[in-house]
């Protein structure tokens, strides 16, 4: 019998670190444009910062209506420093997946991510993330 699970997770850890390797050169934190948390990101970064609801809301969240976002100082991220993400260990999922997102799958939208993210292999055939998608989505991994 073929063991199809772990050959695919096994591909896909090849493949991620062929992929995409992180640079920290922190671009993905700029802007006034910001990530949202969903209910399990509030949770952890309440409890890795151990502080109440009350404030994060006050020193560390934009809530509006339903939708928590981070908040931005001075252009970019509340959390980043120089060095990177001060909350890296509880970072918002979005974060933690950036670029790896399905959206790369669509030519038009890995030119303009590969354009600002050192850190996706640009030498690499577009078809080859796409295999990537394809084995995260069978293995039902996000
Ligand atoms: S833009 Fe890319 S390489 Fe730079 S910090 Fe963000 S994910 Fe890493
Ligand atoms: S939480 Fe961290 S990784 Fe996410 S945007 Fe802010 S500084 Fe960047």
């Not at 994060?56 to 809530?63: I, P």
């Not at 993400?85 to 399905?102: F, K, N, S, V, Y």
Request: net charge neutral.
């Amino acid at each position: 019998m073929s063991n199809d699970s772990s050959d695919s997770s096994h591909s896909k850890e090849v493949l991620v670190g062929e992929l995409f390797c992180c640079t920290r050169c922190g671009f993905c934190c700029q802007g006034e444009t910001t990530v949202s948390l969903n209910e399990d990101d509030q949770k952890r970064m309440l409890a890795a910062l151990a502080i109440s609801r009350e404030e994060a809301e006050k020193q560390y969240w934009r809530v509006t209506g339903s939708t928590v976002q981070m908040k931005t100082v001075d252009g970019h991220c509340i959390f980043y420093r120089r060095h990177g993400c001060e909350i890296h260990h509880a970072r918002p999922t979005r974060c933690a997946q950036w670029p790896l997102i399905e959206q790369l799958g669509d030519p038009d939208n890995f030119a303009i991510i590969s354009s600002s993210c050192p850190g996706l292999n640009k030498s690499l055939p577009h078809a080859l993330f796409c295999r990537y998608f394809d084995c995260r989505n069978k293995s039902g991994q996000r």
